[in-house]
């Protein structure tokens, strides 16, 4: 088992995502260890790092769904600061609203501060 460079694993998730829309982490990491198994049949990548490398390219786009579960300090998805937006109700007590990672762009709100499915394309601008 070999770990191919953060370049190899950039050029092929951007030409396997100029091909069709993955709709889970899964499904991108499947198709990305069926190509690097073209350049090199040692090499293969874990979904999680995957998604780190994903978060550094601007040109592919994240959907993050979220589901209930614990809050956490760093982003459950790439694991920078989170940006917190606060709210008052009506007795004037202050409320957390959501939290926004500006890195990846996760979204946690509601109680739902989970990562539940990812979903991941190329954006038409590249």
């Given amino acids: 088992m070999k770990f191919p ?7 092929v998730v951007k ?3 100029h091909r069709r829309v993955a709709n889970s982490q899964a499904e991108l990491r499947e198709m990305v260890n069926k190509e690097l198994k073209k ?3 040692e090499y293969t990548i874990s979904g999680r790092r995957m998604r780190m490398i994903v978060t550094s390219m601007p040109e592919v786009g ?7 579960g ?6 459950p998805s790439c694991g920078s600061g989170l940006k917190k937006a606060w709210t008052k109700n009506l007795r004037g007590r202050k409320i957390l ?4 990672c500006h890195k990846c762009g996760y ?3 509601d109680g739902k501060w989970q990562p539940g ?3 991941f394309r190329l954006d038409k601008k590249s």
Avoid: A, Q, W
């Fill in 97 to 100: 609203e959501n939290l926004k």
């Fill in 5 to 11: 460079k953060i370049d190899v694993v950039k050029f």
């Fill in 62 to 68: 994240m959907k993050i769904d979220v589901k209930k």
């Fill in 15 to 17: 030409s396997t995502l």
């Fill in 39 to 41: 350049v090199d049949p």
């Fill in 117 to 119: 499915k990812y979903g």
């Fill in 70 to 75: 614990k809050m956490s300090k760093k982003c």
């Fill in 107 to 109: 979204k946690g709100h």
